[in-house]
C-alpha cells in the first residue's frame, strides 16, 4: 500500500486527502481562480498545511460540455506551476492530464503522479505514461466531455461495467509494460453518468475493490450534490462531506477534493471508527 511517486513515498495504508489546483479558466467550480502562478502557489501552500498529502494540478476543463485546449496550451498553464510547487514547496504533485507531452514535460520537472481521466487511451499516453516511470490513476468515463452527459446509459448494471472497464485498462496497460504496482483506478463519477448511475456507484463501490488496486475518488462540489440537494456549487461542502465519509468506508484510498481541511477531518474521523471495528 505504498506507492514510489517520484522522490516521495505515499503511505496509502489509510485514505489520504488530495487538493485539486485547477489552473484553468473555465472548470466549473473555481474556474479562473488560480490562473496566475503565484496565486496557485499560495493556494497549495494552504491546502498543504491543511492536510493534504498530494495537489493534483490541472490545465484542461473536463466540466461537462468543456472543449479541449491544445497540447501547448496545457502545458503553459501547467509547467509554471508543478516547477514551482516542486521548487519552493517540495510537494507531490499529480498532474491531471490526458496529453502525452504534458505527461512527459510533468515528469521531467519532479511531477511525482500521473492522473488521467481517458486511462491512457489518447494517443501516445500509455507510451509517455510508461516511459515516465511515475505511477498512473486510470479512470473510467463514458464519451467526452463535450457529450459524455447527453443521455448517458449502460446495459447493465452500473458497478459492473466500470469495473469491466478499469480492469480492461488495467489489462492493456500491464502488457504494455506498465506495472501493477504503479496503478491506481477511479470509478470517474459524473463522467458519463446520471444521478441515479453516481448513487449506485457508490453504494456497489465494494464491487470494485476486486480489483485490489489503490482506489481514488472525486465527488467534491459535483452536480450530484446539487440535484439530489437542491444546492448550488457553492453550498454542496456539507453533502460532499458525506459522500467523502461513504467512500471511505467502501474502499477509497485517496479523495479528490476543493475543500481540503473539512474533508481531512470527515476522512480522518471515518477512518477512526472503521479502525475501531476492526
Known amino acids: 500500500m505504498t506507492l514510489t511517486c517520484g522522490r516521495h513515498r505515499l503511505d496509502l495504508s489509510y485514505p489520504r486527502v488530495m487538493g485539486i489546483l485547477n489552473v484553468t479558466p473555465d472548470s466549473f467550480s473555481d474556474g479562473g481562480h ?21 495537489i493534483d494540478v490541472g490545465g484542461e476543463s ?15 498553464r501547467v509547467a509554471p506551476v508543478v516547477e ?13 492530464t490526458s496529453c502525452p507531452e504534458v505527461m512527459r514535460e510533468a515528469a521531467s520537472l519532479g511531477a511525482g503522479m500521473l492522473n488521467d481521466v481517458r486511462a491512457l487511451e489518447r494517443e501516445g499516453a500509455l507510451s509517455a505514461a510508461i516511459g515516465s516511470g511515475l505511477p498512473v490513476c486510470l479512470m473510467h468515463r463514458q464519451g467526452e466531455p463535450h457529450d459524455m452527459q447527453q443521455a448517458p446509459r449502460y446495459d447493465g448494471p452500473i458497478e459492473e461495467a466500470v469495473a469491466d472497464y478499469l480492469a480492461g485498462r488495467v489489462a492493456t496497460c500491464e502488457a504494455a509494460g506498465l506495472r501493477r504496482e504503479r496503478l491506481l ?7 458519463g453518468k446520471t444521478v441515479e448511475h453516481n448513487l449506485r456507484l457508490l453504494h456497489r463501490m465494494e464491487r470494485l475493490a476486486e480489483l485490489e ?13 446539487g440535484k439530489v440537494l437542491a444546492r448550488p456549487v457553492e453550498e454542496r461542502l456539507p453533502g460532499g462531506l458525506a459522500l467523502t465519509a461513504l467512500a471511505v468506508e467502501r474502499g477509497a484510498r485517496i479523495l479528490r477534493v476543493h475543500d481540503v481541511g473539512p474533508n481531512v ?14
Open 34 to 54: 488560480h490562473l496566475v502562478p503565484d496565486d496557485a502557489l499560495r493556494h497549495a501552500e494552504r491546502m498543504l498545511a491543511e492536510g493534504a498529502a498530494i
Open 62 to 76: 473536463t466540466r461537462p460540455g468543456a472543449d479541449p485546449v491544445s497540447p501547448q496550451e496545457e502545458l503553459d
Open 84 to 96: 514551482a510547487l516542486v521548487r519552493e514547496l517540495d510537494a507531490l504533485v499529480s498532474v491531471d
Open 185 to 191: 483506478v477511479d470509478p470517474g463519477f459524473g463522467f
Open 213 to 225: 488496486l489503490p482506489l481514488l475518488v472525486g465527488m467534491s462540489r459535483k452536480s450530484m450534490i
Open 265 to 278: 477531518d470527515a476522512v480522518n474521523m471515518t477512518w477512526a471508527v472503521l479502525k475501531e471495528g476492526c
